[in-house]
């Protein structure tokens, strides 16, 4: 008899949140079923897309390539006018593994998971698949259950990333909105469970990405009891409790994992302006760009239109958006979580490129806060960050912001640090969870690298045989303009 397995995905989840939301009885349940949690670390970046991935096969993003939903062709500085849209690594999943060794699978709304392949089971991708494609959901029997299936927040008419904060009543809507559409999905998933287990499934990975919608809104209420959004706050997670146990009931696993792909903190409360930092530490040569004393863009900020504001953000660029000019000599990357990517411009000698990289590390081991603390708390070449042959395709640089520089910069330039205003009260954070609801191997920290491999063990199945991917698989063409909407309606494109 082959072990039942259930994987229980929810994105954004990390051990510190899932300790306050067990205390405040939000998880009656679930809190009950994983007692002890322990850290999951995210990859760098701590995002949804190249997490899951590795999630799924195992792989450093350095090896399967994805790195956010968009791919960045080598030699192209970010960012370039055409970005193709990742839809999946090109590697094995977990799932299709266990497919081929005869075991049927039940797969929920797993991110950049499409297209899916023919498995003994069901298949419905997440996010990156194209809304409404006839072949995100697998088998057709499949789709004829999903009908109602809302795939994620911009059908229930939710921005994650503007930069006005919503008023009370807006937050209050969106909550509701939020709530109706995690019922949706525990609905779906119930439905598919169902199906699964009268068909023999015995590997369910069952992914909720709607807590990371949750948990950029409502991070603030998570912790303010007297919020007037509380009560209904702790209301989505016990609805999440239910929902759950009713899919665990009706899968009947002998073994269940928890897993995240990164935590959530804090949103940060100032970015940094890297363009203007490189540019005054002498690597990014200027380039035409608006220049306004920071309080008079702190005013106009507040009195421009969102779709203003839009352009306004792309040219005062800082770390929390994509950001510089294309014709510079750098180009500068967001990664999710303390990290920012640089990527020196294609066509430079080696030698130019040695004498860059050494003037960028000493220029950021020499930025320092009032307390003399360092505002970086590593720089770090690619090959220190990642392992693999995609190395070409990521930034040659990574630079860690220290933890909660913003508060303490005092005598830096004001200029540097632009104040944040967003939507978004948290923010993504490399600590993710894993826990499961019988004792875990003993390991002193575990990566989402290991997840496939801990599943693969539990089933009987081998590792993964992963030879070096091609590539991640890019949307056609046709596909992509549909889906670009989408993630604009999300507030991922400006
Ligand atoms: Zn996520």
Known sequence: MTTRVFVLGLDGMSPALWQRLSG????PYLGRLFRHTTTLRSTVPAHTAPAWTSIATGLDPGAHGVLGFWHRPT??????????????ARAPFLWEVASQHGI?????NYPLSYPPTPVKGYWVCGLNAPQRARDAIYP????????????????????????????????????????????????????????????????FVHVLTVTDRFLHLFWDVLHAPNHPLF???????????????????????????????????????????????????????R???????????????????????????????????????????????????????????????????????????????????????RVFRAVQPAAEVWQGSRLPHLPDWVLTLSEGFGGAVGSLDPRLFIPVRSVRTGDHHPDGVLAAAQPLPERTCWHVRDVAELVCNTLGLPRIESSEPDGPALLAEHDAQALTQRLRRLGYLE
Not at 24 to 27: I, V
Not at 75 to 88: E, H, M, N
Not at 104 to 108: E, K, R
Not at 153 to 175: C, K, Y
């Open 231 to 285: 009560e209904p706050a702790m209301a989505f997670w016990q609805a999440l409790d239910a929902g759950v146990s009713a899919w665990l009931e009706a899968a009947q696993p002998d073994v269940v994992f928890l897993v995240s792909d990164h935590g959530f903190a804090d949103s940060p409360r100032f970015a940094l302006n890297l363009d203007l930092w490189l540019t005054q530490a002498g690597l990014l040569p």
């Open 24 to 27: 405040l009885d939000a998880l």
């Open 287 to 373: 380039a035409a760009r608006l220049s306004l004393p920071v309080a008079l863009k702190v005013a106009l900020k507040s009195l421009l239109p969102e779709c203003v504001q839009r352009v306004w953000r792309h040219r005062a660029s800082s770390v929390l958006r994509h950001s510089t000019a294309a014709h510079a000599m750098f180009s500068i990357e967001v990664l999710y979580g303390p990290w920012v990517g640089v990527t020196f411009s294609p066509g430079l000698g080696a030698r130019e490129r040695t004498r860059l990289s050494e003037r960028l590390s000493q220029a950021a081991e020499a930025l320092l806060t009032e307390q003399g603390t």
């Open 75 to 88: 030699g192209l500085p970010w960012p370039f006018s055409k970005r193709p849209l990742v839809t999946r």
């Open 104 to 108: 049927g699978v039940g797969v929920f």
């Open 140 to 203: 057709a029997s499949a789709a004829l259950l999903l009908d109602d299936f809302k795939t994620d927040a911009d059908e229930v008419g939710i921005n994650l990333f503007g930069s006005r904060p919503l008023t009370n009543r807006q937050r209050q809507r969106a909550l509701r909105a939020l709530t109706e559409l995690l019922q949706n999905h525990l609905t779906c998933g119930r439905r598919l469970i169902a199906q699964g287990v009268a068909e023999g499934v015995h590997l």
